[in-house]
Antibody
Framework: EVQLVQSGAEVKKSGESLKISCQGF????????IAWVRQMPGKGLEWMGI????????TYSPSFQGQVTISVDKSINTAYLQWSSLRASDSGMYYC????????????WGRGTLVTVSS | DIVMTQSPLSLPVTPGEPASISCRSS???????????LNWYLQKPGQSPQLLIY???NRASGVPDRFSGSGSGTDFTLKINRVEAEDVGVYYC?????????FGLGTILDIK
């Protein structure tokens, strides 16, 4: 069974760093793109960027370029999203999602990691 | 960047009645390979989004056949032919033609 298991909720203060994770199970991790999607409280979905685990190549949305870092450790089938200095505006739910073969949509999603940043 | 515009923002529906959601993109989503990169997702309350429709009109695995997607170029429609109580949530269209991928703002479907 395909699963994307995300790390637990985080409560941080402004200026702190954070790295959240998304581990894939039940499929060949290196063969599917993994994306990160933000959902701010009560708002819609925002595509942040996407990583190809096989060679760690990343494409960022311009809205998030320079604000976050997406990376992957293929030895443990895990993708990461990290911040070097959090802001209160980074508070929200962060989902990872697998892009199906042939770019046929995000077919599997993690349950989300809730990030709360206090100022 | 491609901008996705959905309507309506809110859609109250009586169970058993049909529902329709429109999505328009700021540029054609037709790729030179002949595929149209438009997906529909449903986010049920308290849950992660789930894929309903890919390539504009193909139902994802396990999606009931009361859901259908249509359209081409820049104009797309998601239809539910008989709404059930379990269909409540926020529906999003998303373009996957080019990065950055982008979502519409969402349509909230609720039961009258």
């Amino acid at each position: 069974e395909v699963q994307l298991v995300q790390s637990g909720a985080e409560v941080k203060k402004s200026g702190e760093s954070l790295k959240i994770s998304c581990q894939g199970f039940g499929y060949r991790f290196n063969s599917y793109w993994i994306a990160w999607v933000r959902q701010m409280p009560g708002k819609g979905l925002e595509w942040m960027g996407i990583v190809w685990p096989a060679d760690s190549s990343v494409t960022y949305s311009p809205s998030f370029q320079g604000q976050v870092t997406i990376s992957v450790d293929k030895s443990i089938n895990t993708a990461y999203l990290q911040w070097s200095s959090l802001r209160a505006s980074d508070s929200g739910m962060y989902y990872c999602a697998r892009l199906s073969g042939g770019n046929w949509g995000f077919d599997y999603w993690g349950r989300g990691t809730l990030v709360t940043v206090s100022s | 960047d491609i901008v996705m515009t959905q309507s309506p923002l809110s859609l109250p529906v009586t169970p058993g009645e049909p529902a329709s959601i429109s999505c328009r993109s700021s540029q054609s989503l037709l790729h030179s390979n002949g595929h149209t990169y438009l997906n529909w997702y449903l986010q049920k309350p308290g849950q992660s989004p789930q894929l309903l429709i890919y390539m504009g009109s193909n139902r994802a695995s396990g999606v009931p056949d009361r859901f259908s997607g249509s359209g081409s170029g820049t104009d797309f429609t998601l239809k539910i032919n008989r709404v059930e109580a379990e269909d409540v949530g926020v529906y999003y269209c998303m373009q996957a033609l080019q990065t950055p991928y982008s979502f519409g703002l969402g349509t909230i479907l609720d039961i009258k």
